[in-house]
């Protein structure tokens, strides 16, 4: 069984993910995250912050409050769930928890993508693509096992 998650929607989820991190910080956390950062080349983690700023993770952890879970690891989370007009409707949801007994763990670009084992065989092809066009704005999920769509394309059956 495969997905895809192409280049494009890594990036984005990367983007979010930056985006997540940089709101839960003050101005002065901030100029040292983007320091940092473009001296590591990604988002830099908690503990690096941490280090750059001269306190401890704990510390840190404490002063984010809930914004100090976007330092965390953070997967993409794909998964089919009941609903729509149609019966089945694609969620992806950022997301720190993988299990390794009910869930698969895929890496595309440098992003980890979980997929709980019962929404897998009806994934089986699908492609998480990411749109910026003004018609068609944010992510896509296409999936060649679907039988039929709603009117407004947010769920099928299978």
């Known amino acids: 069984m495969s997905i895809v998650v192409t280049e494009k929607a890594a990036q ?5 993910v930056t985006e997540q ?16 950062a473009g001296e590591l ?3 830099p983690y908690l503990n690096e912050l941490a280090d750059r700023l001269g306190v401890g993770e704990g510390e840190l952890k404490e002063k ?3 914004g100090s879970a976007a330092f965390g690891k953070v997967h993409l989370r794909m998964r089919v769930v009941g609903g729509g007009c149609s019966g089945f409707q694609n969620k992806l949801d950022l997301d720190p928890d993988y299990n390794e007994k009910t869930d698969e763990l895929f890496d595309f670009y440098g992003v980890p993508v979980v997929v709980d084992k019962r929404s897998l065989m009806y994934l089986d092809g699908a492609t998480v693509d990411f749109h910026d066009e003004m018609n068609r704005p ?21």
């Open 21 to 36: 991190q940089q709101a839960s910080l003050t101005p002065d956390m901030l100029e040292a995250y983007r320091g940092l």
């Open 12 to 16: 984005a989820v990367k983007r979010i």
């Open 138 to 158: 944010g992510f896509s999920v296409t999936n060649p096992q679907a039988k039929s769509t709603c009117g407004c394309g947010s769920s099928y059956s299978m």
């Open 41 to 43: 080349g990604r988002a």
């Open 64 to 66: 984010l409050g809930p």
